[in-house]
């Protein structure tokens, strides 16, 4: 199984960026999907989760009302629109996925299978 990242940049403050997970090999009973990222000097961090099912998605607070996560199944996608971006929003972003049951906690980095090589994310004020 591989994760690809992509859609990162450079971009001022206020801008939007569209950030974009393709998955490959197998995907058969892949569940959720995730969205992280690590800022230099600091801990990887939780920005977003949403379900297979898309039924059920998670935003951390700094980021709620301002990203909106989303998948395409059948496509084997994923998606992070980020809008409004501010310079604390730089870091190298990384979409993750679990297979099987999810007990979560949809935050917890541990609780994905599957990582991809991370996108860089550049917010200028």
């Known amino acids: 199984v591989q994760l690809q990242a992509s859609g990162g940049g450079l971009v001022q403050a206020g801008g939007s960026l569209r950030l974009s997970c393709s998955v490959s090999g197998r995907t058969f009973n892949m569940n959720y999907m995730g969205w992280f990222r690590q800022a230099p000097g600091k801990e990887r961090e939780f920005v977003a989760a949403?379900?297979?099912?898309?039924?059920?998605?998670y935003y951390a607070d700094s980021v709620k009302g301002r990203f909106t996560i989303a998948r395409d199944n059948a496509k084997n996608t994923g998606s992070l629109r980020m809008n409004s971006l501010k310079p604390e929003d730089t870091a190298v972003y990384y979409c993750?996925?679990?297979?099987?049951?999810?007990?979560?906690?949809?935050?917890?980095?541990?609780?994905?299978?599957?990582w991809g090589q991370g996108t860089q994310v550049t917010v200028s004020s």
């Open positions: 993750a996925a679990h297979w099987g049951y999810f007990r979560g906690p949809y935050a917890s980095a541990k609780e994905y299978d599957y």
């Open positions: 949403i379900s297979w099912s898309r039924e059920s998605s």
